[in-house]
């Protein structure tokens, strides 16, 4: 079964940045796409940014693109979400989550991690 584990969430000032991590192990052939998403409290579970392990392909929801960048590591089995430019309203947590396709569908995602708060403050 694939496991997930995120971790690099914390307290980060207005315009700071924040690199997250996503550890994935027991991943298959099937397995072949990892996905950030987040989630505020009152707010639906919201999709930011996929990557696929073969190739590297990316897919960003638009209004992420230019300031949060995936990217992985085939050899350490890790999935980066670099973000810039942070504002009070990218507070949430934050979980990667692991699927065959790479799909803006929640519900496209079998295995997903427990999630790291990002919290944006002064």
């Known amino acids: 079964q694939v496991q997930l584990v995120e971790s690099g969430g914390g307290l980060v000032q207005p315009g700071g940045s924040l690199r997250l991590s996503c550890e994935v192990s027991?991943?298959?052939?099937?397995?072949?796409?990892v996905a950030w998403f987040r989630q505020s409290p009152g707010k639906e579970r919201e999709f930011v940014a996929a990557?696929?392990?073969?190739?590297?392909?990316?897919l960003y929801e638009g209004s992420f693109e230019g300031r949060f960048t995936i990217s992985r590591d085939n050899f350490k089995n890790t999935v980066w979400l670099q973000m810039s430019s942070l504002k009070p309203e990218d507070s949430a947590v934050y979980s990667c989550?692991?699927?065959?396709?790479?799909?803006?569908?929640?519900?496209?995602?079998?295995?997903w991690g427990r999630g790291t708060q990002v919290t944006v403050s002064s």
């Open positions: 027991g991943r298959t052939y099937d397995d072949s796409s």
């Open positions: 990557i696929r392990w073969i190739g590297g392909r990316t």
């Open positions: 989550a692991s699927g065959t396709y790479m799909r803006r569908n929640s519900d496209d995602y079998r295995y």
